[in-house]
């Protein structure tokens, strides 16, 4: 009698423990970017670590650091019982990819290479996500992602009716660092935001996405504005001559991570533009 | 000495050659003075300046160590003058007297590791230097993966370019060098003598103690100009003297002059290659100058088996 | 006219050398030992290139209390195995023998050159010289710097039997020009020492076991036929040299 009760008991909990445990998707994310993309989700509740670089939105500052794109922290990874890694393409992740995949956790690479990317992004995650959710909770997700891809479509849609009105596109610097000069070219969203927003990125011609160049090389573009993403970037120590506009005063995490924050980013950068236009 | 004449000649030629190519060419076609002015010819008197630091250095540490693998770059000094940077930058200070310090910090630390029973044969300091220099390098990768995160700045340090335009700290620069290689010149013969060892040196009349000191001073002094000027540029200071003693035998009262062109010339022509041949990119200096000078240091390594 | 006194050393808790006392005249001397019996400490103690304890007296003046540039005019010193690792020329190795008199005005003494026949290898860079060769421009590096106490350690060690009689000839040569110069050679060889010096300095284990003129250890009809014998070798070696086997007999 009493070895039949302790076999139900096994049984239920055999059954019961992994339906409970699935419930709740446990998340980690390894770059700002997706954790960005996750919190606009409102899927912020699963998140169980996030990477050393993440600092948006604030609430961020309560979840346990587990490593970056340089590094992670197998302990902590388990410790967190992880289910679901989001991460960028990073040499350190593929080595450990077999052996995590092997634990039974998923690990999805998000590396967009331009806005159309940043978008897909955002549904790659919502549906990884959503799959080990509730069938309620999956709804709202997915209602979610509906609303958020409707809202973007929308400000897109209105910055390219802004973009035709641009009669002349400005000649735009993207300045990513200084000594040496780091700038964007062809195959980065860097580009197409700026394109999109409505200015010409002088090294849009470089079939490569991101490189070193001689000050003499920007200058001979003839760059009209300069749009500075350092981090507190020194105003005086910029060297350049001839162009007529430095903006420095836009974040640029929003710019630098393919996130959905990047579409205010090129709201704002138009609309400098428009402004300068009318000069 | 007729032949060392000539060398000379045709240093000078080449050096004025080189300076004019990189004035009269670049991504500006028909540029108005301006424009020379403010990026070409700053590019012209920091390869001159680092050029001749880094060689006339190499020169030094060759003769007061007796060893041809050493030079600025392989004794760990670059390395220390990238850290005494760093830090100066952290805490605020200006980079210079940082970086001198550290320079000539790491310079008496990779000495010091390679004395054993008071005698450095050459494989020793060689293996000290790299050492130090691996672990320096090891440490700059670790600040800036952990506080720094700005991947772009480390590039600045690794990888080395001739952007510079600060007239002051130019000429401040320059004015620190011309003292530093007087300094070296003056010291020619003791330099030639102290190859020789210590004992016949100090029977000779000099202190093998105080020469060293004295190069450490001057060579970590040059070092850390160079280094803040351009980040660390490797190889320089290893093939420059050694292509010209190949040449005009080892004295250093000619080395030491030969060397400091010789040095320019190799900046400026690894400068001119950095920038033209993937424009409108431009290649990391000590890239460059390490894709030249790697294979000939192998070279010079096999001959000394 | 160079006095040791009370001259002890030691190395990593190792004594070399114990309580050294010695009088060195004007001449030659040989300081003669086993390998490792403490000539070469000794005769650089003497060059002052270590820290020992003791008293080392050049005509009542100390020399441990001489700058360097001082004793550069006192005492010259060449290593057992001096080598130049950068190729100077001939004449740059041996004008570096002249930095402490002549400030290297880049004359040389065309004396020493000539007793030492390197006139022909001037401008060849050293090290295309065979070993022999070369360590006759190293003693020539160490004879031009004209000092009154020359020290030379295993200075026969890449030569050969004529090149070792051409040093000593050369020494004797600058004997006769200045009696006062006291030259002092390690060897390990009491043949050479026999042959060649006024005095030896014989060190064991960590002392001075003798020194003395060789007339004080073997008889002087014993002496004379040694040399006597030394001389017939040479001689017959030269005749090999001119004429060839049929001379020998």
Known sequence: ?279 | MKKNSRIFFVLIILLLFFSFLEIYTGPIKNPEWNIILTLRLPRIVLALIIGTNLAISGTALQSVFANPLIDPYISSASAGAAWGIILSRWFGFTDLPGAVVFSLLSLFFSYQISRKNFRTTPTRLVLAGVTLNTFLNALIVIFFLTYHRDFYQLLFFLFGNLNETDWQLIGLSFLLSIGGFFWLYRLSKHLDIISLGEDKSATLGISPENLKLQIFVVVGLLTAISVSLSGIIGFVGLITPHLLRMQMGSTNRQIIPAAALGGSILLLVSDWLARNVAAPQELPLGVVTALLGVPYFLYLLRKQQ | ?249
């Open chain 1, 1 to 279: 009698m009493r070895q039949r009760i302790y076999l139900v008991l096994l049984a239920i909990i055999l059954v019961v423990r992994p339906i409970l445990s699935s419930v709740e998707p446990r998340i980690i994310s390894l770059s700002p970017a997706s954790t960005e993309i996750l919190f606009s989700l409102g899927l912020q509740k699963y998140i169980v670590g996030v990477s050393y670089l993440d600092n948006f939105p604030p609430e961020v500052k309560k979840i346990s650091r587990v490593g970056d794109a340089y590094s992670i922290n197998l302990e902590k990874i388990f410790q967190v019982r992880a289910q679901i890694i989001f991460s960028p393409p990073t040499n350190v992740l593929r080595q450990q990819e077999n052996f995590l995949k092997k634990q039974g956790i998923e690990i999805v690479i998000i590396d967009p290479k331009n806005l159309g990317d940043i978008l897909h992004s955002l549904s790659l995650i919502s549906k990884t996500v959503s799959l080990r959710q509730k069938p309620s909770a999956r709804k709202e997700t997915e209602a979610r992602r509906q609303e958020l891809l409707r809202s973007i479509s929308a400000r897109i849609k209105k910055i390219e009716q802004q973009r035709q009105r641009i009669k002349k596109h400005p000649k735009i610097f993207v300045l990513l660092s200084d000594q040496p000069y780091f700038t964007c070219g062809k195959n980065s969203f860097l580009n197409e935001a700026v394109e999109l927003a409505g200015g010409e990125n002088i090294f849009s011609d470089v079939d490569q996405a991101y490189f070193s160049v001689s000050p003499e090389e920007i200058i001979k573009r003839k760059p009209e504005i300069i749009l500075v993403l350092v981090p507190n970037y020194p105003r005086k120590s910029s060297r350049l001559t001839g162009q007529k506009l430095v903006i420095d005063n836009i974040n640029p995490d929003i710019f630098v991570r393919p996130t959905l924050r990047i579409f205010s980013g090129i709201e704002s950068l138009q609309k400098i533009i428009i402004d300068y236009e009318k000069e």
């Open chain 3, 1 to 249: 006219m160079i006095k040791i006194k009370d001259l002890y050393f030691s190395y990593d808790g190792k004594d070399i050398l114990q309580k050294i006392n010695l009088d060195i005249s004007s001449g030659i001397t040989a300081i003669l030992g086993k390998n490792g019996a403490g000539k070469t400490t000794l005769l650089k103690c003497l060059a002052q290139l270590l820290r020992y304890s003791g008293e080392i007296l050049y005509r009542e003046l100390n020399l441990k209390k001489l700058s360097l540039k001082k004793l550069a005019k006192i005492l010259s010193y060449l290593p057992a195995d001096i080598a130049s690792i950068y190729d100077f020329s001939v004449k740059e190795i041996i004008a570096m023998g002249m930095y402490p008199t002549a400030r290297y005005s880049g004359k040389l003494r065309q004396d020493i050159l000539l007793m030492f026949d390197l006139k022909k290898f001037l401008d060849r860079p050293i090290n295309t010289l065979s070993s022999g060769e070369r360590q006759m421009v190293f003693l020539a590096q160490t004879f031009v710097q004209d000092t009154p106490i020359i020290l030379l350690d295993e200075p026969t060690n890449h030569l050969d039997i004529w090149g070792r009689n051409k040093l000593f000839s050369i020494v004797n040569q600058l004997k006769k020009e200045k009696p006062d110069i006291s030259v002092i050679f390690t060897t390990h060889n009491i043949e050479e020492a026999l042959n060649h010096s006024d005095n030896f300095v014989f060190l064991h284990e960590q002392s001075v076991r003798f020194q003395g003129k060789p007339e004080n250890v073997f008889s002087s009809a014993w002496l004379n036929d040694f040399r006597q014998h030394n001389q017939e070798i040479q001689a017959g070696l030269e005749n090999l040299l001119k004429g060839g086997q049929d001379n020998v007999s």
